[in-house]
């Protein structure tokens, strides 16, 4: 399965990927995208030897058109499978209908709890004491997409964001290769009666 990743940042999520399953059970990770063109994701595909390019808000007038430009650069090179690993921007309705069901993402906070972009910060001025990481796909709303895979941290006494996170990172670079692992071997399907709910055929 040809896979695309998505990144806007330091690009630790794809490093697990190119470490964990690119060119093994089944997996390619043949092109990587990002809305930031010095994104050290970028410096990291291109160290794998992996496409990249740039689409910048600034280049585009709408986000539709760049969209439409990153499904065509994708779809043209074989992708088959569009991973979001930090990747900070709103997907429009245009590009997922390039991928139907083809989308996943990974978020720093047990969905549907803390969905949006400060998730780990909202979780602690909650007051929570489990945290987690959910991978699902991803659809026309913020986070809201079903789930494929989740996994909780207990952190009863947690402060600050920064310690948090470096608890979720480990989990998120175990769970994400996972899901394209069982996605690209065909392990992950909706159930009929209530396509929310995601089977893993383990
Ligand atoms: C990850 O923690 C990921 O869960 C988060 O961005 C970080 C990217 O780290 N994504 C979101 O918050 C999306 N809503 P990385 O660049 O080191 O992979």
């Not at 040809?2 to 092109?31: C, F, K, P, W």
């Not at 590009?95 to 979780?123: Q, S, Y």
């Amino acid at each position: 399965m040809n896979v695309a990743v998505l990144a806007s940042g330091t690009g630790t999520n794809l490093q697990a990927l190119l470490d964990r399953v690119h060119g093994r059970d089944g997996v390619e990770i043949v092109a990587v995208a990002s809305d930031k063109p010095d994104a050290p994701a970028l410096d990291r595909a291109r160290r794998a030897g992996v496409a990249t390019a740039s689409f910048l808000a600034a280049d585009y007038p709408r986000r539709p058109a760049r969209d439409r430009a990153m499904a065509d650069w994708l779809i043209g090179g074989g992708v088959e499978l569009v991973v979001l690993a930090g990747y900070m921007q709103l997907l429009s309705a245009e590009f997922l209908e390039r991928f139907p069901d083809r989308v996943i993402n990974v978020h720093p906070a047990l969905l549907p709890a803390f969905p949006g972009l400060r998730p780990v910060d909202d979780a602690l001025a909650y007051g929570v004491k489990v945290f987690g990481v959910t991978v699902h796909f991803v659809d026309g709303g913020v986070d809201s997409g079903p789930v494929i895979l989740q996994r909780a941290v207990e952190l009863p006494d947690a402060r600050d964001p920064a310690s948090v996170l470096d608890r979720l990172h480990p989990i998120e670079h175990e769970l994400l290769p996972e899901a394209v692992r069982l996605l690209a071997r065909g392990a992950v399907s909706f159930d009929p009666a209530n396509r929310r709910r995601v089977v893993i055929e383990r």
